[in-house]
Every structure is written in structure tokens, then in C-alpha cells.
């Protein structure tokens, strides 16, 4: 069974960084790729970004594409998301998710079978 834990929210101002990390515990011999999920209030949950371990692809929603970067950490098997330029519409709960994703649900949630407590960002103007 797999554990996520986030880490590396907060406040922040429009155009501030914020780095989020995700730490993997437990048996994650079933991990073929994690990602970053976020919602806002009054809204859907939605896809920010993922990686696939194999290979080491990432893939972006277009919204944060050039802002957000994600990685994995191999010798803590973790992942992070580094955040730039951050706007108030980025401000959300953001979940880290782990699961064996195939490319038609590498951006959907279902694509994952676990996921962390989140982590609140917030971006004020």
C-alpha cells in the first residue's frame, strides 16, 4: 500500500514561487507514474501535471504549461512540483497522486489510485 504525503504549501503573492513535494512511503512497486491534481473551491478537481516513471515523460495542463515544473526525486522516491509566476487562479488545494496511469488517463483522475491529504496554496493580488 502507498502513502503520499504533501508538503511546501502556503501564501504567497502573484508572481512568487512555491515548491511542493510529495514523499512516497510504503510499497511503491506498483507506481508507474504520479502526478499533481489541484481543486478550487466550488470546483472539479483538475489535472496540473504528471510524470511517468518509465522513461521519465512529464506532461502539463495548458494552463500551467512554462510555469509549473515536475520531478522526481529518485533517492527519496519523491516527487515535487516547482511553481513560477503563480497567479490567483492558481490558488487551490493540491493533491499529489500516484497510481499506474496508461496515456489515455495520464491526465485524468482516475488514472491513479492513491493520493495524498493535499496542501493549500494561495496566491493573492
Known amino acids: 500500500q502507498v502513502q503520499l504525503v504533501e508538503s511546501g504549501g502556503g501564501s504567497v503573492q502573484v508572481g512568487d514561487s512555491l515548491r511542493l513535494s510529495c514523499a512516497v512511503s510504503?510499497?511503491?512497486?506498483?507506481?508507474?507514474?504520479m502526478g499533481w491534481f489541484r481543486q478550487a473551491p466550488g470546483k472539479e478537481r483538475e489535472f496540473v501535471a504528471s510524470?511517468?516513471?518509465?522513461?521519465?515523460?512529464?506532461y502539463y495542463a495548458d494552463s500551467v504549461k512554462g510555469r509549473f515544473s515536475i520531478s522526481r526525486e529518485r533517492r527519496m522516491s519523491a516527487i515535487s512540483l516547482q511553481m513560477n509566476s503563480l497567479k490567483p487562479e492558481d490558488t487551490a488545494v493540491y493533491y499529489c497522486?500516484?497510481?499506474?496511469?496508461?496515456?489515455?488517463?495520464?491526465?485524468?483522475?482516475?488514472?491513479?489510485?492513491?493520493w495524498g491529504q493535499g496542501t493549500q496554496v494561495t496566491v493573492s493580488s
Open positions: 510504503g510499497s511503491n512497486v506498483e507506481i508507474g507514474g
Open positions: 497522486a500516484a497510481g499506474r496511469p496508461i496515456l489515455s488517463s495520464i491526465a485524468t483522475t482516475s488514472g491513479y489510485t492513491s
Open positions: 510524470i511517468r516513471f518509465m522513461g521519465g515523460r512529464t
